[in-house]
């Protein structure tokens, strides 16, 4: 009797962790990323009242007898069995789905979860903010551009980082141009000074107006020479030494006379809108270009450049873009190119550039000789030595000019420019400049890898948010809060990335839900308290039993 005694209440204990562990995982239906657990059950160790005994020559064998003393808990295992994964429109939420822990360090061990509900705290790290444990990283990615500290695992969101600005050192161009195509009047080309001359204060300068009175000089003005270089429209440098004397007298007419009668051959000077205009006296393509400078009395100023207002050519084909300098400030960069009087052969010349432009030297403007194969139209790359550069010097730092390359494509291949028959349509599609701006959104990829928007359009990748495995998952201990540290039966941890070495993926923006199933839980509710029921049952009929017995001689 004894037996049913003991037996009865190990079931009823076996079944109250039964029911234990359903209400546990009833109360955590809503936990993120909670893991249900299952309980196993198994017979404890039965008492031997007679052995087996084996067959002989007269008998058979018999089975050994034997009476079980009751039933006991041989396992509590986490289901690991991925929960749902929901969006949350918070971009620092992480789901995991897959194998994979996030890795937290609390200021004294790495902690593991599968929660991964994070946000940045005051000093800009990532962090669960119910504990302010830090998000680990792996890998260096964001150590370059200073986001995070060689030697700190701890994941750093740069919000009060600004990037500072990158100047413009290529643009690529890609399009066709025509081989056949030209305009019904062939272009005549246009060179007006970027600088317009103004007296009193703003007032539009003629050619009557003396230099002396030109809000562009400063000083007093007793002698003084101007310098005139350039190309005429055959490419022919105007011959050396070709000066104006100027004195108090001196006027803007004198200039455009100067220019006229002593330097231009093929072109004719004017002033329009205070503007000295070199106009060629036929059309077609052309190189004319000119510079002005001063030296003498006072200062001048002197136009930075003078911009092709008109290219000309029988096809030219313009392309703009919008480059950076080395502060950040916008400059749009146009060109034009213009096909040669050589077959199958382009110049690509840089026509304005906006903004404050100290100086654009002749020799820095045009790409000359850019050659196409005449079969294919493929890109065969430049005639000469030419190189494929502008070179552009910006007021707010006269000694750094900056080198601009220009990408036409691969040689022999149409990745870039090629030259069709039909309409030109090649662009200035891209450029690796841009101004300074701070860190305004994050978002994290399938990866793991922390994607930083910035303020002016850049995006980087700040760091990579690192991930644990284990050999044994369901062996790792539970410390609370919806956090793990390695057992004896867990393995230790295995740092990598998400979506790498068997790691699962990350989602950005979303949680993963409990796994705990309601009905499940129910129907194990129910299966507990039956079985509870039941042992109850057999130690109210043992006792009944045993009241019988003491009655017997009563």
């Known amino acids: 009797m004894s037996f049913a005694l003991s037996a009865g209440v190990s079931g009823l204990q076996a079944h109250q962790k039964m029911l234990d562990i359903a209400g546990n995982n009833l109360s955590n239906v809503n936990t993120t990323a909670f893991k249900a657990s299952r309980i196993t059950f198994s017979e404890l160790l039965s008492e031997t009242i007679k052995k087996a005994s084996q067959p002989t020559s007269g008998v058979g064998g018999t089975n050994p007898q034997q009476m079980g003393s009751g039933v006991g808990v041989s396992g509590i295992s986490p289901i690991m069995t991925q929960g749902n994964i929901v969006n949350t429109g918070n971009p620092l939420d992480l789901a995991m789905e897959g194998e994979g822990y996030f890795v937290l360090s609390d200021g004294e061990q790495n902690i593991y979860t599968r929660a991964g509900s994070f946000a940045v705290d005051s000093d800009s790290n990532l962090v669960d903010p119910a504990t302010g444990y830090h998000v680990q990283r792996i890998g260096s990615e964001g150590e370059i551009d200073g986001f995070q500290t060689a030697g700190v695992s701890d994941v750093h969101i740069p919000f009060d980082v600004a990037m500072p600005a990158k100047a413009t050192s290529e643009i690529v161009v890609s399009g066709n141009l025509s081989s056949d195509a030209t305009f019904s009047t062939t272009r005549t080309q246009v060179v007006t000074s970027n600088l317009a001359y103004t007296y009193g204060n703003g007032t539009t300068a003629s050619e009557d107006t003396e230099i002396a009175q030109l809000d562009q000089y400063n000083g007093t003005l007793t002698s003084g020479t101007i310098t005139f270089s350039g190309y005429d429209k055959d490419g022919t440098a105007f011959d050396s030494g070709l000066t104006l004397a100027i004195d108090e007298d001196t ?121 196409f194969n005449s079969g294919d139209g493929s890109y ?175």
């Open 251 to 371: 006027t803007l007419g004198d200039i455009i006379n100067h220019l006229n009668t002593n330097v231009l051959d093929g072109s004719t000077a004017s002033l329009v809108n205070g503007e000295i205009r070199i106009t060629d006296d036929t059309s077609g393509y052309s190189k004319t270009d000119i510079t002005m400078s001063y030296s003498g009395d006072g200062t001048l100023e002197s136009p930075a450049y003078f911009e092709l207002s008109t290219v000309g050519g029988e096809e030219v084909k313009s392309v703009n873009i919008t480059a950076y300098d080395s502060q950040g400030g916008k400059h749009v960069i146009s060109g034009a190119f213009v096909r040669t009087y050589v077959p199958n052969t382009w110049d690509l010349v840089l026509s304005s550039v906006t903004g404050n432009v100290s100086e654009i030297t002749m020799e820095n403007r045009r790409i000359e000789g850019i050659t």
């Open 380 to 554: 065969i790359g430049l005639a000469g030595s030419d190189t494929s550069d502008f070179v552009i010097t910006f007021a707010h730092d006269t000694s750094t000019p900056q080198t601009i390359d220009v990408n036409l494509g691969t040689s022999g291949k149409l990745d870039g420019l090629t030259q069709f028959a039909g309409n030109s349509t090649a662009v200035a599609k891209e450029q690796d400049g841009y101004e300074a701006g701070r860190l305004s959104t994050v978002s994290v990829n399938n990866e793991g890898i922390v994607i930083g928007a910035f303020s002016n359009g850049i995006k980087r990748n700040i760091a990579t948010v690192q991930i644990a495995l284990f050999q044994n998952s369901m062996g790792l201990e539970s410390i609370g809060s919806g956090y793990f540290v390695p057992s004896a039966n867990s393995g230790e941890a295995i740092s990598t990335q998400a979506m790498t070495g068997g790691a699962g993926t990350i989602h950005g923006g979303a949680l993963e839900k409990s796994n705990a199933d309601v009905a499940t839980e129910f129907v194990n509710m129910i299966q507990a308290q039956n079985g509870f029921q039941a042992n109850a049952r057999s130690i109210t009929v043992a006792n009944d039993i045993l009241k019988e017995l003491t009655n017997l001689i009563r």
